[in-house]
């Protein structure tokens, strides 16, 4: 057998490698990992600020907390110092009715102090050792009873001048001339 060959062989020769693509496929590795690289520490920085502006806004609510506890116990200590010394220098109340009005607005101004102490017990020292989102929890619910001190103290106050009032009224009527 014979295998007619037609004018000229042509033999494969050795495949040919472009090194260039390696080298551009290993530059890009490099740079893609530096930007990963780059891109982690950006995501590790934005953690630590998120959990700085989450401080920043518990401390801020702390302090709203304590502003509002502390004008809520100025409107106690207002209400105790004028309005509880009209009520008990009233002539229509009686002298057995002072010590118990006397009693009920105490009990409520001594409840505010301790309020405050423990506020402030929270605030200075660190044995309760709370964070603190869970200081800002706290101090807010002491500044909702504080709030509802003061709507109880000026139920109390509305309470007795209209017991007052009335005492007033019935006295007029008890005493008035007649005249017919």
């Known amino acids: 057998m014979a295998i007619m060959l037609s004018g000229k062989a042509i ?7 472009d090194n260039t693509n390696f080298i551009s496929l290993a530059k890009s590795l ?4 530096k930007q990963t690289s780059q891109l982690l520490k950006t995501v590790n920085f934005l953690k630590d600020q998120k959990e700085n502006i989450e401080k920043v806004h518990d401390v801020v609510k ?11 116990n ?3 200590f207002e209400v105790v110092r004028g309005d509880l010394r009209e009520i008990l220098n009233s002539p229509y109340i009686k002298p057995e009715e002072v010590t118990r ?11 505010s102090l301790a309020d405050l102490d423990f506020a402030e017990q929270i605030l200075s020292s660190d044995y309760l050792r709370m964070t603190d989102a869970e200081r800002a929890f706290v101090l807010k619910e002491k500044e909702l009873q504080s709030k509802e001190m003061v709507v109880e103290i000026q139920q109390k ?6 017991i007052i009032s009335f005492r007033e009224m019935q ?6 001339e007649i005249g017919y």
Do not use: C, H
């Not at 702390?62 to 809520?72: D, G, H, I, S």
């Not at 009005?101 to 409840?111: E, G, K, R, W």
């Open 11 to 17: 033999g494969q020769g050795m495949p040919v490698y």
């Open 30 to 33: 490099i740079e893609s990992a």
């Open 62 to 72: 702390q302090l709203k907390a304590v502003q509002e506890l502390a004008r809520n």
């Open 74 to 76: 100025q409107i106690l």
């Open 101 to 111: 009005i006397s009693n009920s607005f105490n009990a409520i101004i001594d409840n």
């Open 157 to 162: 106050t509305r309470r007795y001048r209209d």
């Open 171 to 176: 006295d007029k009527i008890n005493n008035r």
